[in-house]
């Protein structure tokens, strides 16, 4: 069965660092991967996936098949990232569930 | 709608209540899903509608939760006999596919708390 982990619960960094969340995935086809951002008090909206290589809100993530991870990183986080990241993982691009890890909650500091 | 609404938005209800909670898709989304995220927890598949159909209910945690979808528009989730462990927010999603790409959205939830 597919797994997503994200090893960090909790994430501190101070305005202007780079910050780089972790996800780790066990499945032996090829999934598709996500990250998804939840705000504080809105609901969970899709950040980015790796099929399109884009960079949202300076965050890019680069899936590595041979390390099995999806890292999501930024060079220089703003006050405004602070939120819970979720690391997701999809088994087609046609319609399955997301299998979610517990999630990252992401401060940034002034 | 303008996007996945959820309802109520909070539920208080006492242990051995039956609840019911509401989700009305994105227009035009043949799929839906059902997520349960207890407090400090990962989000917890339930159960995935293809049209009104459900090809995948695996996350369902015992038989005192139901779900059904009619008219590949309105899903309802049921939890029978409720328990203090069910408390949880209880979140809806909808996607279709578009250019070979399925990008799921989510509604704001339903808070359920048993007491």
């Known amino acids: 069965a597919q797994r997503v982990t994200q090893p960090e619960k909790l994430l501190s960094v101070f305005k202007g660092a780079p910050v780089e969340l972790k996800c780790n995935y066990s499945?032996?086809?090829?999934?598709?991967l996500f990250w998804y951002v939840q705000y504080s008090r809105q609901r969970l909206q899709l950040l980015l996936r790796?099929?399109s290589r884009e960079s949202i809100k300076g965050f890019t993530a680069d899936l590595n098949k041979g390390e099995t991870s999806f890292h999501l990183k930024k060079p220089f986080a703003q006050e405004e990232d602070s939120a819970m990241y979720y690391c997701?993982?999809?088994?087609?691009?046609?319609?399955?569930?997301?299998?979610f890890g517990e999630g990252t909650q992401l401060t940034v500091n002034p | 709608g303008a996007g996945v609404s959820q309802s109520p938005s909070n539920k208080v209800t006492e242990k051995g209540k039956d609840v019911e909670l509401r989700c009305d898709p994105i227009?035009?989304?043949?799929?839906l899903y059902w997520y349960r995220q207890r407090l400090g927890q990962g989000l917890e598949f339930l159960i995935y509608?293809?049209?009104?159909?459900?090809?995948?209910k695996s996350g369902l945690p015992s038989d005192r939760f139901s779900a059904e979808r009619t008219g590949e528009s309105v899903s309802t989730l049921t939890i029978q006999r409720t328990q203090q462990e069910d408390s949880a927010v209880y979140l809806c999603?909808?996607?279709?596919?578009?250019?070979?790409?399925?990008?799921?959205?989510f509604g704001e939830g339903s808070w359920l708390t048993v007491v």
């Open positions: 999603a909808s996607s279709t596919p578009r250019g070979g790409r399925n990008t799921i959205y």
């Open positions: 499945y032996s086809g090829s999934p598709e």
């Open positions: 790796h099929i």
């Open positions: 997701a993982l999809s088994l087609s691009t046609s319609g399955s569930r997301l299998t």
């Open positions: 227009s035009g989304h043949t799929a």
């Open positions: 509608f293809q049209g009104n159909s459900a090809p995948d």
